[in-house]
């Protein structure tokens, strides 16, 4: 339908801490939403309807940092930390999807489960293997979701098995998927370079994509301080440095002219923060995966509230949960831990601004996403909260509340640019 009508409880932040509730009706028209109504104009009565009536309707949410891969091992692995992770459980996984069979079958599963989830929008992590990032791409194409997938880039710091032989055989296979996916024509899931992280690209490498970035207009997505051994690591393959994110900034690749994704950001200091502000870096906090690996606890409220670009990543396997509402929950609880034990001043975050974190702030990366406003995509999730009902009367803000920590809830429809995908 081109133009149709949207009724239902429909719950945005348009800032952070601030949750906005309104029942009513809203016009959707060539995939945006024109305007809300609280009771239906008579000139709007032969409109088609979509009613659903009484039920919460949120933005979709925007996962700004996900692994596809690695959802095959998802909930194992939760008693090591980063890099033992990664050598032991990470890379021997990432590695079978050299089979163009494996690839297709791990993929369909993982594209089920991120369509019946409330997820619209993504940034993805796949893997060195050019056909089996086509693969991926290909899924979430016909799908009906929105984002960003990127094929690995990673010539050192890893085994012999899983590993790009060079920068030369690196870029040629970059370029490869790139002109593939471009011969396609599918526009609605994009490329984004990807290398690692810094201490698995070599100097020669990070430049030679930060060239490619700029030559195609490309964004770029990686790790930032997650993990302090890692940040000693990156000081000591780059001692011409003075912080982690200049090892991604000297080659073009730390926001501006690139639009950039990077994900953790849990000690970064003064220096690295200022120049993710001034750069409109975007942060993706990944609060389930931080407290699984044993990374810590990221600054989240004082990045919100300071203004810098930030929104929510589940860090599948990292994280546990594709269930992005379970990582609200779980930025809440972190930020409580951080305030009580770490720094006082930063107060906790609350539902208003978890929620602002899963929509309007991760979904400003991928442009007017994320609020239910004239001119904005139509992503939605209509909430189903049936099974959560009690003989109490809740709030439209208490019910999303419990449907994000009760869990049990269910999504009864999901738009992506104002098509119907579930």
């Known amino acids: 339908m081109r133009v149709y009508l949207v009724r239902g409880v429909f719950t945005d932040a348009p800032e952070p801490g601030k949750l906005r509730c309104r029942e009513g009706y809203l016009l959707v028209e060539d995939g945006r939403c024109c305007a809300f109504y609280p009771t239906l104009p008579e000139a709007l009565r032969g409109v088609p309807l979509l009613d659903f009536s009484h039920q919460l309707i949120t933005p979709g949410l925007s996962d700004l940092h996900l692994h596809a891969p690695q959802y095959s091992y998802c909930g194992t692995a939760m008693d090591l930390e980063l890099m033992d992770w990664l050598s032991r459980y ?7 999807y050299a089979d163009p069979d494996y690839a297709k079958s791990s993929y369909q599963i993982f594209v089920r489960d991120l369509l019946h989830s409330a997820t619209t929008r993504f940034c993805a992590f796949a893997t060195l293997h050019t ?60 490329p984004m370079i990807t290398p690692r992280f810094t201490p698995s690209v070599t100097d020669d490498y990070m430049e030679a994509l930060g060239h490619l970035a700029a030559e195609r207009h490309l964004p770029m997505q990686s790790h930032l301080s997650e993990n ?19 090892t991604y900034a000297r080659y073009g690749l730390f926001g501006g002219d690139c639009p950039t994704v990077m994900a953790h950001c849990i000690y970064s200091g003064e220096a690295e923060q200022a120049l993710m502000r001034q750069n409109g870096v975007y942060i993706a906090h990944c609060p389930t995966s931080n407290e699984n690996v044993i990374a810590g606890i990221a600054p989240a409220a004082h ?14 396997a990292g994280g546990h949960t594709l269930n992005l509402f379970e990582v609200m929950t779980a930025a809440m609880q972190v930020s409580k831990l951080r305030w009580r034990y770490v720094d006082s001043s930063e107060s906790p975050l609350t539902l208003a601004e978890a929620f602002y974190l899963a929509t309007t702030g991760g979904g400003s990366f991928f442009g007017k996403v994320g609020l239910f406003e004239p001119g904005y995509e139509f992503d939605a999730v209509v909430l189903d909260d049936a099974a959560l009902k009690n003989n109490r009367a809740f709030s439209p803000a208490e019910r999303l509340e419990r449907y994000a920590y009760l869990g049990g809830g269910k999504t009864a429809a999901k738009f992506v640019a104002g098509v119907r995908v579930l």
Request: proline share 5%.
């Open 303 to 316: 990045y919100l509230r300071d203004g810098y670009q930030i929104g929510l990543g589940s860090d599948v």
């Open 131 to 190: 056909d089996a990032t086509l693969e991926l791409m290909t899924q979430l194409e016909a799908a009906g979701l929105r984002g960003y997938v990127g094929k690995l880039n990673m010539n050192r710091n890893s085994p012999d098995y899983y590993r790009e032989p060079d920068t030369e055989c690196g870029m040629a296979e970059t370029v490869r998927w790139l002109n593939e996916w471009a011969r396609r024509d599918l526009p609605n899931v994009c």
């Open 228 to 246: 302090r051994d890692e940040i000693q690591w990156v000081q000591s393959l780059c001692p011409d440095t003075s912080f982690y994110g200049e």
């Open 90 to 96: 990470t890379y021997p996984e990432e590695a079978r």
